[in-house]
């Protein structure tokens, strides 16, 4: 009768025990989720440009979407090729061209103090412009409703 009790004891605290710890990793895993849900990235627009030199100011040339040319107007700092300046917009062409895969552009024109190395005309650069801070929920809400 004794060791029958004692048994009894035993399982309930290894049934406690356990019960514990999957109540704290179920706690864990749902803090962790609220916490990664709600943070905040930074989403990029990445562009390819050319340096044009226009009546001794170097300018930076690019395409840019039609959707894509509020990100540019609403900035002022561009990182070209991991270097970051600050811009003016100098000015966008009217004409909106279409490209081979039917998307819509302008071409965009920047006045930056650029750096000697990237005083060269007609030279190639990668440019990044900040489009928008998003939380990853948003991000993960419109991937759902989109269907990827």
């Given at each position: 009768m004794n060791n029958s009790i004692e048994a009894e004891i035993f399982?309930?605290?290894?049934?406690?025990?356990?019960?514990?710890?999957?109540?704290?990793?179920?706690?864990?895993?749902?803090?962790?989720?609220?916490?990664?849900?709600?943070?905040?990235?930074?989403?990029?627009?990445?562009?390819?440009?050319?340096?044009?030199r226009v009546n001794n100011i170097y300018l930076v040339m690019m395409q840019v979407s039609a959707d894509d040319i509020k990100y540019?107007?609403?900035?002022?700092?561009?990182?070209?090729?991991?270097?970051?300046?600050?811009?003016?917009?100098?000015?966008?062409?009217?004409?909106?061209?279409?490209?081979?895969?039917?998307?819509?552009?302008?071409?965009?024109?920047?006045?930056l103090n650029l750096d000697k190395k990237y005083q060269v005309d007609n030279l190639a650069v990668s440019v990044k412009v900040n489009k928008e801070n998003k939380m990853i929920f948003e991000y993960l809400k419109n991937y759902i409703m989109n269907g990827g």
């Open positions: 399982l309930r605290k290894e049934i406690s025990f356990v019960y514990k710890i999957v109540l704290l990793v179920m706690i864990l895993i749902v803090c962790m989720t609220f916490i990664i849900l709600n943070m905040n990235y930074q989403t990029v627009l990445n562009l390819d440009a050319m340096v044009k540019i107007i609403n900035n002022n700092k561009i990182k070209i090729d991991d270097d970051e300046f600050y811009y003016e917009v100098y000015k966008i062409d009217k004409e909106l061209y279409i490209s081979d895969n039917m998307k819509n552009y302008k071409v965009v024109y920047l006045r």
